[in-house]
């Protein structure tokens, strides 16, 4: 359920200490102190003895000290080993897993309110922004594309996908071009990228148009650049995924201030950057927990996303998951993210 880190690992003694910290600190959101760590460890440990074990895992980057508080907090690096190792997953119980059935299968006629319904559901239960990449649809390959020209600058592309689908569009370009020079970007096309999918034949022509550009006549390289605009809509981000109760971060004190709550509403809005990080999810094995700066954005350092992909027949088709401070009941969460996944995946299957 985790990213691969090398934490230093405590002794016993400081393991059963890390937990009860965290899990105080993330009831109250408050720095823990020594006397309340001595009162909630259940331990005949002085608080001297504590702090000694407190100075430990402090210089083991598990723990830090805030400078206003005598208090500790949990780092991201207490986080992760805290998730790794110490924490004790609970599972939903049956009322909750027959309300996420209900939903699925109130909504399982329509896919598009299905996911919206799926999104809203993970932030109810969780009191967090909520995220569901949408089904993707089979990959569709090209097999063969054809250009007949029209008037007024207009070219007809004819593109075969898969088996024997057609599918027709209509394209304006800078000029008018003659049958022999469509001709001719037609074949260069079907020679190089038949049996490739629409969505790679988009970034390598993309990328040939640039390698070639001197090599290549200029009549050439502007039919294939319009030919290059015909894949387009094939992976549209706008459509790709949705994301329900972002305004429930404003909730956590430690998310609340204006600048940050700026940045994460940008981040929202800049749907290629929360892609890019589902993605990194879509072929993993189970549950993934990045906890602040390992979701490699900045942006989310105060945050944790948990996700978890979900397939069918054997195939993964999108993530889920929940957006939230780094301070959130892993315990509860964690599990409700992957049952979610598996029930969304079974109530699929049965409709495929």
């Given amino acids: ?3 691969e880190t090398s934490n230093p690992i405590p002794n016993e003694r400081g393991q059963h200490l890390l937990r009860v910290l965290i899990q105080r600190y993330i009831q109250d ?16 440990l002085s608080p001297a003895t504590i702090r000694n074990v407190m ?5 083991m980057g598990l723990v830090s000290a805030p400078h206003t508080s005598a208090g500790r907090i949990p780092t991201p690096k207490g986080y992760r080993l805290f998730v790794d190792t110490l924490v004790r997953y609970q599972q939903p119980d049956d009322g909750e897993i027959r309300r996420i059935q209900a939903q699925i299968r109130g909504e399982s006629d329509n896919p598009e309110d299905l ?14 922004a909520g995220v569901v990449t949408v089904p993707r649809p089979p990959q569709a390959t090209l097999r063969q594309i054809e250009f007949l020209p029209l008037s007024e600058n207009r070219v007809l592309v004819i593109l075969v996908v ?3 689908e057609v599918q027709n569009r209509i394209l304006h370009t800078e000029r008018d071009y003659s049958v022999s020079e469509l001709q001719q970007a037609q074949n260069y096309i079907n ?7 629409l969505e790679q034949v988009r970034g ?3 990328e040939d148009l640039d390698s070639t550009r001197d090599s290549m006549n200029q009549t050439m390289h502007g039919i294939i650049s319009v030919a290059q605009s015909a894949m387009d809509g094939v992976s549209d981000p706008d459509n790709q995924y949705v994301v329900t109760g972002e305004t429930k971060l404003m909730d956590f004190a430690e998310l609340s201030d204006v600048d940050t709550l700026r940045r994460l509403f940008d981040a929202f809005s800049r749907k290629r950057l929360i892609l890019e990080l589902l993605d990194r999810s879509i072929n993993a094995d189970g549950v993934q927990i990045f906890i602040g700066e390992e979701s490699g954005y900045r942006i989310f350092d105060g945050c944790s996303v948990i996700t978890a992909p979900y397939h069918v027949d054997d195939e993964t088709i999108g993530v889920l998951g929940v957006i939230g401070p780094t301070r959130m009941a892993y315990d509860r969460v ?6 979610t996944a598996r029930l969304l995946e079974s109530a699929l299957t049965h409709n495929s």
């Fill in 1 to 3: 359920m985790s990213a």
């Fill in 29 to 44: 959101g408050q720095p823990i102190g020594s006397r309340t760590l001595s009162k909630d460890a259940g331990l005949d």
């Fill in 55 to 59: 100075s430990d895992l402090e210089e």
């Fill in 115 to 128: 996911i919206g319904a799926i999104s809203s559901m993970l932030s109810d239960f969780t009191s967090m």
């Fill in 162 to 164: 898969n088996d024997r």
């Fill in 191 to 197: 020679e190089h990228y038949a049996g490739t999918s």
């Fill in 204 to 206: 390598k022509l993309l």
């Fill in 334 to 339: 964690v599990p409700i993210v992957d049952v």
